[in-house]
């Protein structure tokens, strides 16, 4: 993908600040950053979400998400984790090159991703049925 920022990262056409690399994946810190130690672990090749990224692909990721938390835990002392995942312009995706951020959290830190729970007019017992193909 030309334009792609994240390929060119891959490809190291442009810096990042990486904290893991092997021939699949890359982990660097996000240049945006929401607290200390996010980072944004992505696959070197181009998919542009989860629904296109490769299961062998997405399973190395998720133990890479693991492992670094694991790692940061006592190097940042961080007391919590967020992994966030955006599909999609409307669920805030920027970069359409698929990637995980992980998010440390710090006691007394503000930066929550709260979810504000409101009572939806939605018949659930038929909503799961639906999604069960029933
Ligand atoms: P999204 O909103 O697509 O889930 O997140 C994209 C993330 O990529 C943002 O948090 C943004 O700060 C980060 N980002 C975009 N361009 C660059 C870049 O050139 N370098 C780094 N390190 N992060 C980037
Ligand atoms: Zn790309």
Do not use: W
């Amino acid at each position: 993908m030309n334009d792609c920022v994240f390929c060119k990262i891959a490809a190291g056409e442009i810096p990042a600040h990486k904290v893991y690399e092997d021939d699949q994946v890359i982990a660097f810190l996000d240049i945006a950053h929401f607290t200390k130690g996010h980072t944004l672990i992505i696959p070197k090749s181009h998919y542009s979400s989860l629904l296109d990224t490769p299961d062998e692909v997405l399973a190395k990721i998720a133990v890479l998400t693991k492992d670094l938390a694991t790692n940061y835990k006592p190097i940042l002392r961080a007391d919590g984790f967020t992994v966030k995942q955006n599909n999609g312009e409307v669920a805030g995706q920027e970069v359409m090159h698929y990637h995980v951020h992980l998010i440390p959290h710090y006691e007394g830190d503000k930066f929550k991703f709260a979810v504000q729970h409101k009572e939806q007019k939605v018949d659930l017992e038929k909503l799961a049925n639906d999604l069960r193909g029933e």
